[in-house]
């Protein structure tokens, strides 16, 4: 097999790495943020700007595509990269993450998880080879293989089995895309009777083949001996990147940074490394300081949507009066369009008129704002000196930002 | 006086006039169509779209900026176009239209209205006087003079005594301008006490000169006689060129077509001519073929926000299950960005999953379809074929749609 990464600067004061994720649809400088486009679009943003804002990858969410505008559409689009017109690289979870949090009715049983949607309520069964069935029609370039993610805190007894269950399920999606990699998708043995609306038999002969990449997902809540046993069978089963999940799910802080130390050191350094859902500008500086690669989160778009602007300092809520006379950009020195063009008095005015072009604004310097420090951190590990820069940037972060869970 | 309208071409066939419209931020070609930037932006639409639209002209509404984010704001940003990066033409409303149909308790007298602004019910007091200061703080290119709109059916008697306050009304906004041409305004003699919050003495010795142009508005109902009354009383004033105004009020369109053929003989040929608040693509062409030179209308944009797209066969509901699985553009041939990247079906799933960019998308298109279809009137005016283009282009809209009021 191709080495789809390859690392060509690690830090020596501390474990971040400087690598390049190749995919079918183009290649990934690491660290790299992942814009989210939930719903077949990163929120407010086109993928012309997306482009403009140098964006190399970008996340789409399985179960809400699934759920709306559902499989049957995106396929007749030709894949999700057609439907929504972005052509750049595309990583999909497998939507269990989804189906656990906003998801209605769940019975999760070694076959998979039974539910219902959070839109129509309509009942549905995803079980490993469902979601990579699912994700092999949305055609991103990664895909994710199935895991259950447990809530915070959570009892040690339920995370080891949710682990192993993570672990059996991995397996499973593992010997699909083996089973399936440039062949149609007919042979999926469904496990129980319980019909899936979108990924129908009409598939037929045109059915998508398994995606390029795929992940697996390391759990164990904030166990550090259920992490590394976890990190251990996941790593055994050979995948092409590993993600690091259940992190960011309300846990404070410090044990997140724990939960992904305590897995780390059992991940191959040949392969790239995702923590999973992601977090304010230091987390992702401290993640890249403990040698992960990749990152998705919400914050920026939509905290964006709320009026809150991120700098290097801290984010700033623009909705404050303070800021009502402010011709300032949101960010000295700032490149975007935004702080090019437009004053925090202006953007102000805009988000309490509750008009679109208010967050339009916000998330495109956002989004700028966590691309850009990706770009930084990966000059600084080219120079030998992201950790200094690291140590700086988090002790000049005023603001205690939230940690959101999507 | 410079003149600030030629005339260069005029139909054979029709009324139809081809024209330019000097202002000190650019030439506005006619006829021409001016986006409406109600609160400070086009909605959901950045000054760099507008200007890849070919958007030669904007309208601010004086009464929205007015009471949020107020003149003391705008003035401290150095006027509008720099509050909002807008360096094309800019007309401001009078304002008036709004107190009579957002405001609460309103209270007209010779002086002017007094009433409560519809966010948080601030008293205010708006003069013809105070009309003109607040549209120089604005610092538009083109200033209205204030009016009173009726609404429909109007009683007659209650239609002319309105008229001629109108009348009245807009010869006091001409003699504020020609005493505050290139001078401060602290020589405003306020009629009552009401505190106006805005305009305050802070101005100054920096109060802001007159506006460049300032248009007087034709009012009078559904009446033919006292259409042609005031025409002929608004002329007599000598503005910079005319609006009809009380049109598109929820009047049938033969009595709107009807109240702008009464008005019209009674206007200059050598000053442009707005029709005010109107309509749809068909009722543009008729009243430029009545002699009408300018529009603005909040369908494209309003209707874009509820998944309704304008083509040159009629209006589209992009929500419609038909649409689900369209792969065409929203329109064949068309060259904006919207239809030049992204299919019916996707533009639907984005609107049914509520997501912004489904808006921007048809905002974007609707936009692009009423500046095209005045360019494509205009060339079809110097070719002299205009009033057959008319014809056919209204004999092939099939659908009716709605004559939305502001």
Redesign the interface.
């Known amino acids: 097999m191709q080495k789809n990464f390859v690392l060509s600067t690690t830090d020596r004061h501390s474990k971040a790495r400087r690598g390049q994720l190749t995919t079918a649809h183009g290649v990934i400088d690491t660290p790299a943020f992942m814009p989210i486009g939930t ?3 990163v ?6 700007e997306l482009r403009e804002l140098d964006a190399q990858i970008i996340l789409g969410n399985t179960y809400h595509l699934f759920v ?2 559902g499989l049957d ?1 995106i396929k ?2 030709g894949g999700l990269h057609n ?3 972005w052509d750049g690289p595309i990583l999909t979870d497998s939507g269990g993450y989804q189906i656990f949090s906003l998801a209605k009715l769940r019975k999760i049983t070694d076959g998979g998880v039974e539910f219902q949607n959070h839109i129509d309520g309509a009942r549905a069964f995803i079980s490993p080879e469902v979601a990579m069935e699912i994700q092999a029609a949305l055609g991103g370039d990664i895909a994710m293989a199935l895991d259950e993610c447990v809530p915070y805190p959570c009892e040690y007894d339920y995370a080891a089995q949710s682990a192993e269950l993570t672990t059996r399920w991995a397996k499973r999606c593992k010997e699909w895309k083996e089973q399936n990699a440039q062949r149609p998708t007919l042979n999926v043995q469904r496990p129980t009777d319980v019909v899936m609306s979108a990924v129908s038999a009409e598939f037929g002969a045109d059915a998508p083949t398994a995606p390029e990449l795929l992940f697996g997902i390391v759990q164990g809540a904030t166990f550090e001996d259920l992490r590394k046993q976890s990190a251990q069978a996941i790593v055994d089963l050979d995948f092409d990147g590993y993600a690091i999940g259940g992190v960011s799910v309300g846990e404070p802080e410090e044990e997140m940074m724990r939960a992904v130390e305590s897995a780390e050191p059992f991940l191959p350094r040949d392969k790239s490394r995702y923590a999973m859902g992601l977090g304010t500008p230091p987390q992702l500086l401290e993640m890249i300081a403990r040698g992960m690669d990749m990152f998705d989160c919400v914050l920026p778009t939509r905290l964006a949507r709320n009026g809150t602007a991120f700098t290097t300092t801290g984010t700033l809520n623009l909705k404050n009066a303070q800021f ?2 402010d ?1 300032s950009p949101i960010e000295e020195n700032c490149a975007c ?1 935004a702080c090019r ?3 925090r ?2 953007i102000r ?2 988000i ?2 509750e ?3 208010g ?3 916000i998330t495109l310097h956002n989004l700028h704002s966590y691309l850009n420090l990706m770009k930084r951190a990966r000059t600084e590990i080219e120079s030998g000196t992201f950790d200094q820069f690291r140590k700086a940037f988090v002790a000049g972060y005023k603001t205690r930002d939230p940690m959101m869970v999507e």
Do not use: C, W
């Open positions: 719903q077949g679009t929120k407010a943003v086109t993928p012309r709306r505008p559409v007749h689009f439907f929504m017109n009502a006379l011709k369009d063009e437009f004053s008095g202006y005015h805009l309490k008129a008009e679109i072009l967050l339009r604004l």
